[in-house]
T-cell receptor, first 114, second 114 residues
Framework: QKEVEQNSGPLSVPEGAIASLNCTYSDRGSQSFFWYRQYSGKSPELIMF????GDKEDGRFTAQLNKASQYVSLLIRDSQPSDSATYLCAVNLGDGGSQGNLIFGKGTKLSVKP | DGGITQSPKYLFRKEGQNVTLSCEQN?????MYWYRQDPGQGLRLIYY???????QKGDIAEGYSVSREKKESFPLTVTSAQKNPTAFYLCASSKAGGIQETQYFGPGTRLLVL
């Protein structure tokens, strides 16, 4: 069973702090990794994607990938109350004819306190 | 405005009734996907289509059917065989069905059983 695991939270951080969200995946052949943000009652929206080992920065967001440890994380610097949402980690396994398919974790709920 | 639209926003199903959820995109994307999300759960893939007139079952296809007669449209029918249909249904699309393709989501349809 190919799985993507996330701590369900809630993760509570004060405004202005760094929020660290973690995700592990079971399939060593996984090729690409995505972070989505989902506000309550809304659909997921893409924050970042990462394909190669290392860090990728976009504004206040940094994605970190370590394929050897099968671990991907999302750091949110200077957290704002508007960042309060559920963050979904998604992994593309790169399987044959279903190369576009993603496996989603259950999400981590982040709460940023003013 | 380019994007993905889903209708209706809310849908009520009676016992034994088939209902159809609409998904339309004007992004000129080849690949389209249907997911189901239950409370506190990740997204689970129902069906996907990488090209017109072709579609494949996902992880939880039983009780559902789809068609892909046009590139822009990928309707999902929830049949009476689906015994627990109450969920948030999300349609997504990507430019192609490749490893590094990003999926973008519509606003979702919430299905409730009367």
């Amino acid at each position: 069973q190919k799985e993507v695991e996330q701590n369900s939270g809630p993760l509570s951080v004060p405004e202005g702090a760094i929020a660290s969200l973690n995700c592990t995946y079971s399939d060593r052949g996984s090729q690409s990794f995505f972070w989505y943000r989902q506000y309550s009652g809304k659909s997921p929206e893409l924050i970042m994607f990462i394909y190669s080992n290392g860090d990728k920065e976009d504004g206040r967001f940094t994605a970190q990938l370590n394929k050897a440890s099968q671990y991907v994380s999302l750091l949110i610097r200077d957290s704002q109350p508007s960042d309060s949402a559920t963050y979904l980690c998604a992994v593309n396994l790169g399987d044959g004819g279903s190369q576009g398919n993603l496996i989603f974790g259950k999400g981590t709920k982040l709460s940023v306190k003013p | 405005d380019g994007g993905i639209t889903q209708s209706p926003k809310y849908l009520f199903r009676k016992e034994g009734q088939n209902v159809t959820l609409s998904c339309e995109q004007n992004l000129n994307h080849d690949a389209m996907y249907w997911y189901r999300q239950d409370p506190g759960q990740g997204l689970r893939l129902i069906y996907y289509s990488q090209i017109v007139n072709d579609f494949q079952k996902g992880d939880i296809a039983e009780g559902y059917s789809v068609s892909r007669e046009k590139k822009e449209s990928f309707p999902l029918t929830v049949t009476s065989a689906q015994k627990n249909p109450t969920a948030f249904y999300l349609c997504a699309s990507s430019k192609a069905g490749g490893i590094q393709e990003t999926q973008y989501f519509g606003p979702g349809t919430r299905l409730l059983v009367l």
